[in-house]
């Protein structure tokens, strides 16, 4: 089973702060991904790597940054934290061989803006 | 975009009732594929399904790709079986997700 951690699993911000999410995969899988769930909008995509060195926008990209700086880990960066961004985030990493698309995914991380 | 419709949004059963879950997108896709999220909890994938139908213990998956849907079976339902049920759609190494259905089980 692959296996995808993230950190920290919970966060309180104040707006303003600058917060840093982290994510680890040891299944090296190619592609990351970050994503945000939210009461009345399910699992929403804000950005996602093919590899490292690389980033991609996903869905609602705006007021979050991405960092790949190897296979293993995928960041994402609040450089102004908001209450808006308040919300539970995974990471996911996949492969998409053969075009299976299929995600594994972290336990997910609570952040808190106040 | 890709749309991706679920329904119900929630649902509440009897313990042994079976239940039926469906998932309606709005365009082609690669693959689809249905999670279980526990309260609280990651997800966890429970098939993988492009096309055709699958079975694993009391779960079956249908899809029919120029229908543009697909379900999930539940049969003989268990209070561990509550959760909410996410159904995705991908294309080009990404998915996109429907709301989910909330499943309450109760004895």
């Known amino acids: 089973e692959a296996a995808v951690t993230q950190s920290p699993r919970n966060k309180v911000a104040v707006t303003g702060g600058k917060v840093t999410l982290s994510c680890n995969q040891t299944?090296?899988?190619?592609?990351m991904y970050w994503y945000r769930q939210d009461t009345g909008h399910g699992l929403r995509l804000i950005h996602y790597s093919y590899g490292a060195g690389s980033t991609e926008k996903g869905d609602i990209p705006d007021g979050y940054k991405a960092s790949r700086p190897s296979q293993e880990n995928f960041s994402l960066i609040l450089e102004l934290a908001t209450p808006s961004q308040t919300s539970v985030y995974f990471c996911?990493?996949?492969?998409?061989?053969?075009?299976?698309?299929?995600?594994?995914f972290g336990p997910g991380t609570r952040l808190l803006v106040l | 975009g890709q749309q991706v419709q679920q329904s119900p949004t929630s649902l509440v059963l009897q313990e042994g009732e079976n239940a039926e879950l469906q998932c309606n997108f709005s365009?082609?896709?690669?693959?689809m594929q249905w999670f279980y999220q526990r309260p609280g909890g990651s997800l966890v994938s429970v098939f993988y399904n492009p096309s055709g139908t699958k079975q694993s213990g009391r779960l079956t998956s249908t899809t029919v790709i120029k229908e543009r849907r697909s379900s999930l079976h539940i049969s003989s339902s268990q209070i561990t079986d509550s959760g909410t049920y996410l159904c995705?759609?991908?294309?080009?190494?990404?998915?996109?997700f429907g709301k989910g259905t909330k499943l309450s089980v109760k004895s």
């Open positions: 365009t082609s896709l690669n693959s």
């Open positions: 996911a990493s996949g492969d998409a061989l053969g075009g299976r698309d299929t995600q594994y």
């Open positions: 299944n090296n899988h190619n592609n």
């Open positions: 995705a759609i991908g294309s080009n190494a990404k998915l996109t």
